[in-house]
Every structure is written in C-alpha cells, then in structure tokens.
C-alpha cells in the first residue's frame, strides 16, 4: 500500500562542547579562576534582590492565576484521566428518557418557583408570573427524574467529556444521546438576557462567535450546545484520528499532522469561554458556553428561548447553527438489541470512540460499512488503513462510491482504488435486513448473502436539525430541507443561519445547503459578521478535501452534482507510470456555464482558480483549454527538461 | 454533499479528455484563459480572509489570523496592546511604553487560562482544515 510519508519530528542534532573556537583558538574558561573575579559583597547583594523577585514573581503567578490548582486542567484532559479510572462502557446504550417521560413526572410546582426565583430575581411582577407559568408547563413536558437527574448531574460534574455512552442508534432531533440536562438542578447560572445569542456548539456557532468579537471588541456572546465538551472539528473523527493517530488518541483526541505537530480536535480550551454565570458582568465581553443543554423553543416575538431544564434567555440577535444527524437505515430500524449494540452512526466523539473500541477487542475480524457517500467512503480507508488485519466491507448501492458527486466513470475508479487498498466492496447491494448471530456477532444480510459483522457502521448522509426553527414557525426549504434564509443567511428579524442547516440564496449558484466543514466555518462567519449589522451577500465558495484512498484525493468547489453535464480532463502519463490519476471535472448547468470543479490527486492553489472560474460563468466549450489552468503536469524544471533531451 | 436520497442516481452526461504533457503545456489559445494562468496565486480570486491592516494602515481586528485572540475572554487587552505597539516608536518601545497594556494582557490570559499549552506550538485557527461531507 502506498501512503503519504508520515513525517517524524526533525532530528536536532546537539553542538558538542569542543577545548577550541571555531579559528582553532583555545577556548576561554567560562568560570574565571582568578581572584579579580570572586564575587564580591555588591554580588551577593544583587543575588539576594534576584532571588526576592523571584519569590515575588511566584507569588504574584500563585495569588493572579490557578496555575498550581490541580483542579484547573482542561475538561478533555481531565476526562482523559477519568477515563483511566473506569471500565470503558462502549456499547451499553442510555435507557431511552422519552420512553419513561409520561410515566414519572416529578417537577413539583414549588420546587420551580423556587428555582425560579433563585436563579432569576424577577422585578417585575407580570414577567415573573410569566416566567413561573412557562417553568411550570416545561417541567410537566419534561422528564425529570429524580434519581437519574442526580446521578446524571454527578456525570456532568465529574466527567465532561464527550461521553463515551452514547449508542448512536437511538437519538434522534428531540432525543439527545448523550446526556440531558432535563430534570436535573441547574449546575450552572446563566445570564438573563444575551446580546448574540447562538444556538448550535459547533463549527459554524464557534466562527459566528469569532467574526462578531471581530467587529465589537466587547461582545458578549452565549453558545448554547448539547454536547459535553467544547466545540470541536469533526472532520478528524473520520480522519486524522485513524491516520495519524499515538495509541492514546482514543481518549486523547490528539493526532500528529502532516507537519509532524501535535495537534488535538478542540476548537478551544476551556478557559476560553467566560464561565456562563460571568458573561453579564463581563466589562469587556466574551464568547461564553452553555453545554449540556439544548434550546426546546424560541419566541422569535419576545426575542427569547427556552432551555430544555424550563429556564428562558433573552437575545438581541440569534443564530440558528443545530448542525444534523445521522439519517437511519430503515432497513435496521427494527433490528434487535443485540445487533444495535453493533450499529455506529458516526457523528461525534462517543461514536468514534465506539468504533475505536469495537476495532480494537481482540476478538474483532469484520467491520461492515453502509453508505457509498464521503463519510462512509472515508471511513471505510480509514479504518483499514489504521487496523489492516481488521476485514473491512463496505455495502453500496450502486456500481461505484461516491456516485451523488462523481461522474459514474470517476465513482467506479474510486471503488476500484478502494478496493486496491483492502476494502471488499459489495457494489448493487440490497441490505434486507440484520440479525444476532450466535457468537454475538451481528449478521448483516446483503443481497441474499450474511456478512457476519463486529460492527456495523452506518453512513448515508445527514438530516438537519431543523425541528426547532419549524416549530418557532420558520420557513423551510421543501427541496434541501434546510431553513430558508436570504443570501445575508437572515431566516427571520434577528435571527440567522449557518452551517448544515442553512439553505440560503447563492447569487451564482441559486439556492443551496452545503454539509461540509469549510462551508459551516464560511457561513458562521458571514452570519456573524450580518448579526452585528454588516449586510454582505454570501459570495465565498466553500470547498471541501477528502482522501478516500491511498491514489485518491479528492477537492472541490461550487456544485458538485453528478447529475449535471461533466467533462473530465486527465493527464495520460501520470497512470503510464503508476502514480495516481490526475483529473479535473467540470460541472455544467443546462447552458455551458462552468457550476462547480472537482480535482483528483491534484494540490495547489487551482481551487481559487476554479472559484474564479465558476464566479466569471465561463462557458465550458473548450474543457482542454480550461484544464491548463489546473496542475496536471508539473511545471517544468530544468532537470525534467534535460531527462525529456535525454530520452529523446 | 447534497442529502442523498434513496432514490437511483441519474448520472449526468459525461465526457472525458486526455491531455499529454507536451498539450498541457502547449501555448494557450483563449485570451482569458491565458489571462488568468499569468496571474500570481493571489489576484486570482479575493480570499474571505481581510488581511491584517485597514486601507488607513491600523490594525484589521477582523483578520483571522488573529480571531481566536480577540474573540477570547482577553481579547480587549489584546486590542489594547497591539494598538499600542503599532502606534508606538521604536525609541518609545524602549523607554517601556505599551508595558503596561502588556502586562493587562499577560495577567488576563495567565487569570483565565484561556490558551491551550497542550501543543507544541500556536495553532493557527484559522487554516483550512480539510472539510468531509
């Protein structure tokens, strides 16, 4: 198999103590025997003023900072330790809340008020009497268990990392899978009223947040997530994780990159969120975090939403950012437990960490993957290429992978280079179902054959989150699904979009929804930026970057539809001499007009090239001409010329 | 990647060309075409990122290579010293002007701990991560 070289950290070697200088002049003792030399009462003095700023130097650190509190580590380095302490409990799914939410009501109306007026000194009288009302209707809708609550708040306290409980099968839009934060005391406070307001602790919420402090220097700005952690970067689930992992990346989330940095997924410390209780009297603003928590309504009319434990916050400008999650395979929906346990909808950190665990049980042969789309494509190399003695399957439905974006020509060659690098794809498959085999394998049954399995991961696209922004009585996009917003992202007065959920106007490419990374940081950016009032147009492509095996990268920009016209140009003498192929697509609309571009196995900066290309409408009528612009060859260097005489 | 649907894909109409290496590097014939390969990286297209300095020569707080520094908790500190650094002299610089805008942003990040110091270096925020579907 071939890889791309993986760098190790560069070898210094150390100068070596030599009796003469560089003009081969003996070398000047550097401790001077001679009496002139000796310290003397003024030395000793300034010693002891040293060493007095130095102790006070130390005390100031102590007094101004926590730096020797032990308690004062990061949350995912602390969970790393916690995670030491205890058995890894990988594929024991939390008991469904919902399903007992009817059963055990337990919110008493004393209680709330209480609560109420301990978290939130009402002044007003009406607000106040609002405020109960709105406590108490949420306390009767919500699941409050008593028992759970507390031990769920114990976890919450002890453990803040993404929890490694989660089963992936079971959550869908209104059923977190991790943690909720529902029937428990709040463990936190949180200010009354915010300025920006976020809702989403993703990507897209994170680069909102930054372009809005880029603009005010004193915002303040509340993220409100439903996740343990603080924002991280999905992509290296997937990815970097499984490449350019050390054996303690599982609990780490620390990976190597191809600079040979060390590198871990969070977006942030924890330290760079002001505490959730501050950000009021924060005299110079900040970006604050509320994790654990989701959103159940906004008031788009009194600028308010409500969190999922009854309490409210007010906002000037919102951000609706709840990214997606997982579509599930019907075909699986009805399986039974013990083959649930072995399903993976990989999504965040508790999924990857299942699926690490799975593939590392010694008693692990078979890893079946469904899904033909980037993510399961993705998945499928990156888990052969971390475990090659693991059996990796992956089931497609059509002839080729990547068949929603790839011309069919370009999907089976990518099903042919997957194939190449170990993965046994089952192409025109049908999954008729799934059941336990005996050994507590699942069996997975595929056009009439059994792949008996450790794990079956499922990967067939995304559903965004949109149930909250329908219910507050936003539009949605019929045809992507997304919440219909302008081309400034503004779905509503003062309220935005970004990321997965977005379907927004593209005034080149029309409306849209993208789900890639590049995309939620571009959008969260230019949301933020509109939230404090500046009124740009979306206009930047975002791109995105996928290696899908060891001859197949692939990146692209603007429309990448295989259902559009495209003409592909490749280089010839690249395949000749066994090295990856080479290829620009172009995407077509109805008249010609240059839509989107996607490379293969090419680097560099053509991408802006091709963002210029699409923004200019240029008409795809001589595609050899167009794929000048795109490294197909190397540039020439005089070596390669005096090889190409030489041959001649 | 767009949702998927479960429906049978309908590719689209495809071609394909193959270039030699002596055709790719044959003289482009369109004008615009030609236009554009002589262009340098970054005239081609804008890039979303605004660059360090304001037209006016201050300091671009919007520049990303500087977003997780300003949107953190000591991110008016931060403002306040590099504004003063950028207007100071060199002379004045060493005379000990901006210390004290310093040391307010020193003891903000040593306060609130607000910088990871688990890498081996400062990241850079806002690099193009690779991005998946």
């Known amino acids: ?648 | 990647m767009s949702s998927g649907k479960d429906d049978e894909r309908v590719f689209g109409k495809h071609e394909t060309f193959y270039l030699t290496d002596d055709e790719f590097w044959s003289d482009i014939k369109d004008p615009y075409i030609e236009k554009l390969a002589k262009m340098e990286p970054e005239e081609v297209y804008p890039s979303n990122n605004p660059g360090s300095t304001l037209p006016d020569g201050s300091i671009n707080f919007e520049c990303h290579c500087v977003g997780h520094l300003v949107a953190s908790p000591c991110g008016y500190e931060f403002r306040q010293a590099l504004n003063c650094q950028k207007t100071a002299k060199d002379d004045e610089m060493e005379e000990g002007k901006c210390a004290d805008e310093l040391m307010n942003f020193m003891e903000c990040v040593m306060r609130t701990n607000c910088f990871k110091s688990n890498n081996d270096d400062e990241k850079d925020k806002d690099s193009k991560e690779p991005a998946k579907s």
Not at chain 1, 85 to 102: F, Q, T
Not at chain 1, 532 to 551: C, D, N, P
Not at chain 1, 609 to 638: C, G, M, N, Q
Request: with cysteine; aromatic share 6%.
């Open chain 1, 1 to 648: 198999m071939l890889f791309f070289p993986e760098p190790l950290p560069p070898f210094v070697p150390q100068p070596q103590p030599h009796p003469t200088d560089i003009l081969g002049r003996p070398k000047i003792p550097r401790i001077s025997e001679d009496h002139k030399h000796q310290p003397s009462k003024d030395d000793f003095v300034a010693y002891a003023g040293g060493a007095a700023m130095v102790i006070l130097t130390v005390a100031a650190v102590v007094t101004y900072s926590n730096i020797f509190n032990p308690k004062k580590h990061d949350d995912h380095h602390k969970a790393a330790s916690h995670k030491e302490h205890h058995a890894p409990e990988p594929a024991a799914p939390p008991p469904a809340k919902s399903s007992h939410s009817e059963e055990k009501p337990c919110c008493d109306e004393a209680k709330c008020n209480e609560k109420k007026e301990e978290e939130k000194p009402c002044c007003d009288a009406e607000k106040c009497k609002e405020e109960k009302k709105e406590c108490k209707e949420d306390c009767k809708k919500s699941d409050c268990k008593k028992e759970e609550g507390k031990s769920e708040e114990k976890q919450h306290h002890d453990n803040e990392k993404p929890s490694t409980s989660g089963s992936g099968s079971g959550a869908t839009e209104d059923e977190p899978k991790s943690s909720s934060s529902e029937g428990k005391a709040h463990s936190e406070k949180i200010p009354d009223h915010v300025p920006y307001l976020m809702i989403g602790g993703g990507t897209a919420s994170y680069y909102a947040a930054i372009a809005v402090r880029g603009k005010e220097a004193e915002a303040k700005v509340l993220i409100i997530g439903d996740e343990p952690s603080v924002p991280y970067n999905r992509p290296p689930l997937s990815k970097e994780l499984w490449w350019y992992a050390d054996p303690k990346s599982r609990d780490t989330l620390e990976y190597i990159n191809v600079s040979g940095k060390r590198r871990d997924i969070f977006l942030e410390s924890d330290g760079w969120f002001v505490p959730t209780g501050e950000i009021s009297k924060a005299s110079h603003g900040g970006v604050s975090l509320l994790k654990n928590h989701r959103v159940k309504r906004i008031d788009t009319k009194s600028k308010k939403v409500h969190l999922d434990d009854g309490r409210t916050i007010r906002y000037d400008k919102l951000l609706i950012a709840t990214g997606g999650r997982p579509r599930k395979l019907k075909e699986l929906q009805n399986a039974d437990g013990l083959v649930r346990k072995k399903i993976v909808y990989l999504r965040d950190v508790p999924d990857y960490q299942k699926l690490e665990d799975i593939c590392n049980e010694s008693d692990t042969k078979r890893i079946t993957e469904i899904g033909d789309g980037l993510l399961g494509t993705e998945l499928a190399y990156s888990i052969k290429r971390k475990y090659p003695k693991l059996d990796v399957h992956q089931v497609i439905k059509g002839s080729g992978n990547l068949p929603n974006i790839l011309p069919k020509e370009l999907s089976e060659l990518a099903k042919f280079e997957l194939e190449s690098n170990g993965v046994k794809i089952h192409s025109n498959a049908k999954i008729q179902g799934a059941e336990s085999g005996k050994d507590g394998r699942a069996i997975l049954k595929v056009s009439g054959e059994d792949l008996e399995s450790d794990a079956i991961v499922v990967a067939i696209g995304i559903e965004p989150n949109v149930k909250l922004a329908k219910d507050a009585g936003l539009k949605i996009d019929p045809e992507n699904g997304g919440i219909l917003a302008d081309s400034e992202l503004q779905a509503a007065e003062d309220v935005y979009v970004a990321g997965d959920v977005a379907s927004y106007e593209d005034s080149r490419l029309g409306r849209r929804r993208a789900e890639h990374w590049n995309h939620a940081e571009i959008t969260g950016r230019l949301a933020g930026a509109n939230m404090t009032g500046t009124k740009t147009k979306f206009w930047y492509q975002g791109m995105f970057f996928t290696k899908l095996a060891s001859k197949l990268h692939v990146s692209a920009v603007g429309q990448t539809d295989s259902k559009l016209d495209t003409v592909a140009v490749c280089s010839k003498e690249s395949e000749k001499q066994g090295g990856a192929k080479k290829c620009v697509v172009f995407y077509k609309e109805k008249d010609g007009k240059l839509v989107g571009v996607l490379m293969l196995n090419m680097f560099g900066p053509a991408i802006d090239v091709a963002r210029r290309l699409i923004d200019d409408k240029v008409k795809v009528t001589s595609p050899t001409e167009l794929a000048k612009l795109f490294p197909l060859y190397e540039a020439e260097t005089p070596e390669k010329e005096d090889q190409k005489k030489e041959e001649k």
